[in-house]
């Protein structure tokens, strides 16, 4: 079996029959179909060219109810801005209407340890809901507007003091600005998609390491970067955290499995990979 853990509706096109066409094509059982709410003009102007980004942001929840599938292939998401006073009461009807079982993702311009957002993670974490966050840092010169870059979640710190405040919150690290502290160089904060060798010390294996609740969104160019940078690191990194790394795609191509059967892993790590980890989050019903 194989679950993507990280999906989206009408993403690149694929509306749902397309969607679940493509899921064949690759082999991929069930998705996580997450939303995208982001406000305007939080979200970098490249989204208009992979969806119809309407006025509740680039992939909102009113999309993904609209994916209905006979064979359950899709388990929904749902990330609303917690910053809006009604957030906790429209998780709750997501939850209790919709079967909504993840909150995210959330790619916010707002520190990640903010009151709302504590009380937001907090509440998944009593509904046992796990939570993916994007975390990017703002790079300088990426973006075509002057003055304007796209930072989400604050930085590592501030993710940790999230982790650290919501011991009872899963949450998927996901993300440049994530990914990027695989290694210990600096670079976190220069360039989205750092390569070469990884140097020993970096945050997110610290993080990993230190809290129980943090898992591995594998997913998007930022996982798949990561974990191409050095091979022989990727397998003993996968080997360490094989409970709490998750696959997904956040994307409609097949490079993340085509990677991951690349490396040799032992079977039953790749089970957990594609399939079990998920699973134990997210019992199938
Ligand atoms: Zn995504």
């Not at 937001?120 to 973006?143: A, D, Q, T």
Request: some cysteine; hydrophobic content about 35%; proline content about 5%.
């Amino acid at each position: 079996m194989v679950i993507d853990i990280h999906a989206h509706a009408n993403y690149y096109g694929l509306t749902c029959e397309k969607l679940i066409e493509n899921m064949d094509q690759y082999g991929i059982d069930k998705a996580w179909l997450l939303t995208l709410e982001t406000p305007d003009p939080e979200y970098a102007y490249s989204y208009h060219k992979c969806t119809f980004v309407t006025k509740d942001g680039p992939i909102p929840f009113s999309t993904s109810i609209g994916f209905q599938d006979p064979d359950h292939r899709f388990i929904l998401g749902y990330g609303p801005d917690p910053r809006k006073p009604d957030s906790i009461y429209r998780m709750e009807a997501a939850i209790d209407l919709y079967n909504v079982k993840v909150y995210g993702e959330i790619m916010l311009r707002m520190m990640y340890d903010n009151l709302d957002a504590i009380r937001m993670f907090r509440f998944c974490g009593k509904r046992k809901i796990p939570v993916i966050v994007e975390l990017k840092y703002g790079i300088e010169g990426e973006s075509q507007t002057p003055f304007t870059d796209f930072w989400y979640g604050g930085g590592i710190e501030v993710f940790e003091r999230a982790l650290r405040q919501c011991p009872d919150t899963i949450f998927f690290g996901h993300g440049a600005g994530f990914w990027a502290h695989i290694s210990g160089d600096d670079r976190y904060d220069k360039e989205n998609y750092p390569t070469g060798p990884i140097v020993p010390g970096g945050k997110l294996i610290e993080l990993m390491r230190r809290y129980d609740n943090l898992y591995l969104d594998l997913s998007a160019g930022s996982g798949l970067n990561a974990m191409k940078r050095d091979l022989s690191f990727t397998k003993e990194f996968l080997d360490e955290f094989q409970d709490r790394a998750c696959y997904g795609r956040d994307f409609i191509d097949n490079a993340h499995q085509e990677f991951l059967n690349s490396l040799g892993l032992k079977q039953e790590i790749m089970d957990k990979i594609y399939y079990q980890n998920a699973i134990k989050l997210i019992p199938l019903d």
